[in-house]
């Protein structure tokens, strides 16, 4: 197998899909069908974004703010769903999360394999603590 060096970007297609996921879950909890399974993976990919924009873009205050904002509107879902054992998002919440998974989108496009890579294990490390 011909390992590509973490410099080279990611497909389009492997972009597509590290993208749709998080935004198909964000929908099924929009619909009332969001699991919480469907919360863990907006945060893991909200989490991603925030260190993203932390590490590489952290002078850009409505950059900061976005996912600020998209952090705080998962940590209530989250919240509300362990509270009630049932997971959704308000319209508020929708808009928040939803920005906040465009504006990862963005930077994941503009990231290396290596950035991305570091990104995902630093996330993985302070998660499973």
């Not at 297609?13 to 749709?20: I, R």
């Not at 909890?29 to 469907?38: A, C, F, K």
């Amino acid at each position: 197998m011909i390992q590509l060096p973490t410099i080279y970007r990611f497909t389009p297609a492997a972009e597509t899909s590290l993208q749709l996921i998080p935004h198909q879950e964000l929908e099924l909890l929009r619909n009332g069908h969001g699991s919480e399974e469907s919360f863990h993976t907006l945060a893991a990919r909200l989490n991603m974004g925030a260190v993203a924009i932390e590490w590489h873009w952290k002078d850009n205050q409505d950059a900061l703010n976005t996912i600020g904002a998209a952090l705080d509107a998962i940590v209530s879902v989250g919240n509300r769903g362990s509270r009630l054992g049932k997971y959704g998002v308000s319209g508020d919440e929708f808009k928040a999360i939803g920005d906040g998974l465009n504006l990862t989108d963005e930077a994941q496009k503009a990231l290396t394999r290596k950035q991305l890579s570091k990104i995902l294990q630093h996330v993985l490390k302070v998660a499973t603590r």
